[in-house]
Structure formats: structure tokens, C-alpha cells
């Protein structure tokens, strides 16, 4: 099938980054559909892809995007055949920002009329907060939960599911209009990094105490902070490395990322009794497929019974592609950033 695509052609700045261009999508295999995009989403880790930072990313020139919400207008031999015509959400290895994107049968959910932003937060983010906090070390009740990103697409999930569970929940943020929104959420504590050093707003909040379980999008130097922070029995969740977008130096940049994380003695870790979690859903949907269809299930499950309510940050209609991601690399925007596809 030939189809368009925005690909990624070049590094840097969002409104020179990307270019329509033609894409022929390989045949359909026995467990694979083809979705008609809707919508697509936008993640952190595509504004580090653009940057060059993203070591997963494809080659350029590469068309970016792991969910889409669309139509199925294509299924391989072995999948079922209802599934035609169905309006779903949809996980993806790369390729969303297309008209058209394949998948596997088992990254799709069907949905209902659900707004579109808000089934695009549940696939990408969702199922990553889901994936940490309900499945690969369950969030427990009066656990002391530090959220960084807190307004972010991840991170106004993990504070719905933190409280879910009876925990209370600290929320970092990086301007003061964001407060309201993560407190609305259910967060107990807000602190505001541009106004002071986290670590030290944090123990304030503590009190005495240690954090149970810190989950970080960030790297950096707020490993070693998020190390000192955690008491016996605490979880670090790493799931991105968002400190070093913005960067200006390189390879130099990226060394004193690494640099700045430290080297961690697993003969520390068990003295201590504290666990650092690597979390990258990609590799979880290659080598674990059953896991990833479980928590799409399950988000979309509690999204529909009330129980999650996902934060649209915007849709943009495609030819502002440019725009949605200056927004998202800015740190203004809140909530899920979707882009609009139009009908042809």
C-alpha cells in the first residue's frame, strides 16, 4: 500500500525537522492490521529523536510515532475478520505519524467515540504507567510516591493510579500553573523545581521519612538525588532521559549525563534493600507481546469505568506538526499533544 508519511529528515529544530513525503507500507503479515489514522501522539521521546538522543530511534529519514487511533481497514490471514472497520487504539514500533500505519494484532484495542486525545494518552503513556505502577512493582498503600513530569501525559496518570492505591503522592513540577492541575489530580504535595532544589522541597515534605517509590523520566542528576531520597524497600522507576534534552555539546552532553548518574554497586543496592526498575515498552512489546495486551486492556478498562481520566494537552491539525512539538519540548504544555490527520 502506498501512503504519506511525515518523516523525520533532519535534526533539530521542530519547523525544519519533517516533510510530507510518500510511503510504501510493507505487505501485511498473518498477525498484522492496517490502521487508517485519525490521530496520532506525540511522546518525549520523539522530541528526543528529533535531537538525536534517542539511541531506539530508526535512521533517518524515518517516520516517527508509537500510537495512532484509527480504522482497520486491513487484517493479516490470521486475525479476525470482525475487526474490520473497527475504530481503535493502537501501539506501534515507530510509524504513526502517517496516514496509514501496520501494527500487530495484539497492540490494537477497539473503542468506542472516546476522544481521540485521550485514547492516544492511554496507549503510549498509559500503558508505561500502568506497566510501572500496577504490574512490574505495584505502587502499595501508604506508600510515599515522588512523581516527576507530574503534568505531563505519563505522569497525570501516575498520580490517578498512585491514589488509587491508597498512596500519597508528591508531584514535581517546573512552573507554578501547573500546581492546580496535579492537585486536582490528587497529588498531596506539590514542589516546583525552578524555585528551589527539588530534593530539598521533598525532604521537607518528608519530614523524617524516605520516598517508597520514585518514578523518573528525567536521569541525570536527579538519579543520584532520587537514590539519596529512597528509603529500605524503595523503587526507582528510569524511564527516560529527559535532563538531557536541550543539551548543546554533543557527545560532550551526553557523557556528563551518564556521568552525572554514577555508578551503582548492586552490593549497595542489596544493603541498602532499594531497586532501580529500567522501564522501555518497546522492548517489553517485542519480547513480552501477552504483557504489553494485558495493561492496554487493562488502562482501557479503567479509563471506560471512570477510574482514569487522561489530560489533553491540545490537537493539532497536521500541518502544525511542527508547532505541537515545539510545545511539548518547551515543558508549557500538560497533559497528551495529538495530531489530527485529514482525510484524503
Not at 79 to 99: H, N
Not at 110 to 125: M, R
Not at 274 to 296: Q, Y
Amino acid at each position: 500500500m502506498t501512503t504519506e508519511g511525515y518523516f523525520l529528515v533532519k535534526k533539530g529544530d521542530a519547523n525544519q525537522a519533517f516533510e510530507l513525503r510518500s510511503l510504501e507500507l510493507p505487505a501485511v503479515k498473518a498477525n498484522e492490521v492496517v490502521v487508517e489514522v485519525e490521530a496520532f501522539g506525540l511522546n518525549y521521546a520523539d522530541v528526543m529523536a528529533r535531537n538525536g538522543l534517542y539511541r531506539g530511534a530508526p535512521p533517518m529519514p524515518c517516520v516517527l510515532g508509537y500510537e495512532a487511533v484509527g480504522t482497520i481497514v486491513e487484517v493479516g490471514s490470521d486475525v479476525q475478520s470482525d475487526l474490520l472497520g473497527r475504530r481503535v487504539m493502537a501501539f506501534c514500533r515507530f510509524g504513526a505519524y502517517s496516514r496509514h500505519v501496520v501494527t500487530m494484532d495484539f497492540a490494537v484495542v477497539p473503542v468506542g467515540e472516546e476522544d481521540a486525545v485521550e485514547l492516544l494518552a492511554l496507549c503510549t503513556q498509559g500503558v508505561t504507567a500502568y506497566y510501572m505502577a500496577e504490574h512490574l512493582a505495584p505502587v502499595h498503600e501508604n506508600d510515599i510516591v515522588l512523581v516527576h513530569a507530574a503534568a505531563g501525559g505519563v505522569g497525570t496518570l501516575l498520580i490517578q493510579m498512585a491514589k488509587r492505591r491508597g498512596a500519597a503522592v508528591i508531584a514535581k513540577v517546573g512552573r507554578s500553573e501547573k500546581e492546580a492541575l496535579v492537585k486536582e489530580l490528587g497529588a498531596d504535595h506539590v514542589v516546583n523545581y525552578r524555585t528551589g532544589d527539588y530534593a530539598e522541597q521533598v525532604r521537607k515534605v518528608l519530614n523524617g521519612k524516605k520516598l517508597d517509590v520514585s518514578f523518573n523520566p528525567a536521569g541525570g542528576s536527579t538519579f543520584k538525588k532520587d537514590m539519596s531520597l529512597l528509603g529500605a524497600d524503595g523503587r526507582m522507576f528510569v524511564f527516560g532521559g529527559s535532563e538531557l534534552s536541550g543539551a548543546k555539546w554533543g557527545i560532550l552532553s551526553a557523557i556528563s549525563f551518564v556521568f552525572k548518574m554514577g555508578r551503582v554497586m548492586p552490593v549497595m543496592l542489596m544493603g541498602k534493600s532499594k531497586s532501580i526498575l529500567g522501564v522501555n515498552m518497546l522492548e517489553i512489546a517485542d519480547s513480552k507481546p501477552e504483557v504489553m495486551k494485558r495493561c492496554l486492556n487493562e488502562v482501557v478498562k479503567m479509563y471506560q469505568s471512570g477510574a482514569l481520566k487522561p489530560q489533553s494537552g491540545g490537537m493539532f491539525p497536521e500541518d502544525q506538526l511542527a508547532e505541537a512539538h515545539a510545545l511539548l519540548e518547551s515543558g508549557k504544555s500538560t497533559g497528551k499533544i495529538g495530531v489530527s490527520i485529514n482525510k484524503k
